[in-house]
């Protein structure tokens, strides 16, 4: 009989947030090539809040998937930007109700005194940018993982 793993126990969703910078690199590098269409944005500015509804790739399950030979898979995820007080975007058609984005990273560029803008940069060019009052960002997994549609793994990975 072979010792358990790691990998062997139980799967639990995502549920992560981001105080420093360094914090928000570990959220980058699990959302990048998510995908979600641009109705999914919201902006409350009345809570200060800016919410995505991704549909991200599950690196962390890539090697586990690999080694045993079953099928990548994806899983809706909410991205939520708090104490947000401007949004701003580049090269995003709002009015496009059928335009898909692909998210390739989320970077913070701090200002004074704890603000800063939270960058959200789109392939093809794309950008959203967020000015903070702080940095607070959470990543939480609400749906069960899926088979991802494609059955591949995106190209990259940083």
Same mark, same amino acid.
């Given at each position: 009989?072979?010792?358990?793993?790691?990998?062997?126990?139980?799967?639990?969703?995502l549920?992560?947030?981001?105080?420093e910078?360094?914090?928000l690199? #570990?959220?980058?590098?699990?959302?990048?090539d998510?995908?979600?269409?641009? *109705?999914?944005?919201?902006?409350?500015?009345? !809570?200060?809040?800016?919410?995505l509804? =991704?549909?991200?790739?599950?690196?962390e399950?890539?090697?586990?998937?690999?080694?045993? %030979?079953?099928?990548?898979?994806?899983? !809706?995820?909410? =991205?939520? #930007?708090?104490?947000? =007080?401007?949004?701003?975007? !580049? %090269?995003?058609d709002?009015?496009?109700?059928?335009?898909?984005?692909?998210l390739l990273?989320?970077?913070?560029e701090?200002g004074?005194d704890? *603000?800063g803008?939270? =960058?959200? *940069?789109?392939?093809?060019?794309?950008a959203?940018?967020?000015?903070?009052?702080?940095?607070?960002?959470?990543?939480?997994?609400? *749906?069960?993982?899926?088979?991802?549609?494609? %059955?591949?793994?995106p190209?990259?990975?940083?």
């Open positions: 009989m072979a010792d358990a793993s790691f990998e062997d126990g139980r799967e639990v969703p549920n992560l947030g981001a105080l910078e360094e914090d690199k #570990v959220i980058s590098s699990l959302i990048q998510a995908v979600f269409p641009a *109705t999914e944005m919201s902006w409350r500015a009345s !809570q200060r809040r800016f919410a509804l =991704l549909n991200r790739f599950r690196w399950d890539r090697d586990a998937a690999e080694r045993r %030979g079953r099928a990548y898979e994806r899983v !809706q995820s909410l =991205l939520v #930007v708090d104490n947000v =007080l401007r949004v701003a975007s !580049q %090269g995003v709002r009015k496009d109700k059928d335009l898909v984005l692909s990273a989320v970077s913070f701090p004074e704890g *603000t803008h939270v =960058l959200l *940069t789109l392939a093809g060019d794309g959203i940018r967020l000015s903070v009052e702080v940095l607070e960002v959470s990543l939480r997994d609400v *749906t069960r993982p899926y088979r991802a549609p494609s %059955g591949k793994a190209d990259h990975k940083s």
